[in-house]
């Protein structure tokens, strides 16, 4: 147990130095957070309500599927694995101290928003705060896990780059974060339903928290566990 607190909290000190992640998790999030807020509630002033829930997918989107992928290929792609071997370290040590630490910088990015979007945008507070943070950490593990998948199955960085724009970018767009999903075509709003973004934007809305809203981010999270063991027994027999 003390060898697992001592590698989560190596692992949270690595990241704090990563350029990498702090683009993804907290510069580039907040930078948008702060330009596109007022744009957002001068545009439409009725998004007031829903301005922390948008932000927030949008950084975690962005922290799970373009910030962690790259660390997982780092370790898993590289002779770093061999360390773990040798040293009789479980191969899956790095997936979950990375998977952790991710959780934490991811919590407090979406905490600085919360705290902010009221003061700079007179942004409304969810209603029913325990199930909002409920509902914020299920989104931020299913999508790490999404982002957990990617990075191990994918062993080229350029090509990891390009995936992980092209699972970050529909994300974004057909989630109804930037504008009414009823402004899209009908196949386009069904094709958004393929993403965990859509599920959690409406998972973490008011009075949103039920199982009609739960159900795909439980079975996404499900696969992607099992995918990710599967490729881990993989890279443990090699």
Not at 14 to 37: H, W
Not at 188 to 215: Q, V
């Amino acid at each position: 147990m003390n060898g697992f607190l001592y590698g989560v909290a190596l692992q949270w000190k690595l990241d704090i130095r990563s350029k990498s992640l702090l683009v993804t998790c907290y510069i580039v999030p907040l930078i948008f957070f702060l330009l596109m807020g007022g744009i957002f509630t001068s545009v439409m002033p009725e998004m007031g309500s829903t301005l922390i829930q948008s932000m927030i997918v949008l950084s975690v989107s962005m922290g799970a599927f373009i910030g962690l992928p790259p660390s997982l290929i780092e370790t898993y792609g590289s002779d770093i694995k061999k360390v773990y071997k040798a040293n009789g370290v479980p191969v899956c040590l790095g997936l979950v101290t990375m998977f952790l630490s991710a959780f934490a910088h991811l919590t407090i990015t979406c905490v600085v928003i919360m705290l902010l979007a009221p003061i700079l945008f007179e942004a409304t507070l969810p209603i029913q705060l325990p199930f909002f943070f409920l509902a914020l950490a299920i989104y931020i593990i299913v999508s790490l896990s999404i982002g957990s998948v990617l990075g191990l199955t994918v062993k080229n960085q350029a090509k990891l780059t390009m995936i992980s724009q092209l699972v970050f970018l529909p994300s974004i767009m057909l989630s109804g974060i930037m504008f009414p999903i009823e402004l899209l075509p009908d196949f386009l709003e069904t094709a958004g339903l393929i993403f965990p973004a859509s599920w959690g934007y409406r998972l973490m809305l008011d009075h949103g928290f039920c199982f009609e809203n739960l159900w795909y981010l439980i079975f996404i999270f499900f696969a992607a566990v099992i995918v990710c063991g599967i490729v881990l027994k993989k890279q443990k027999a090699k």
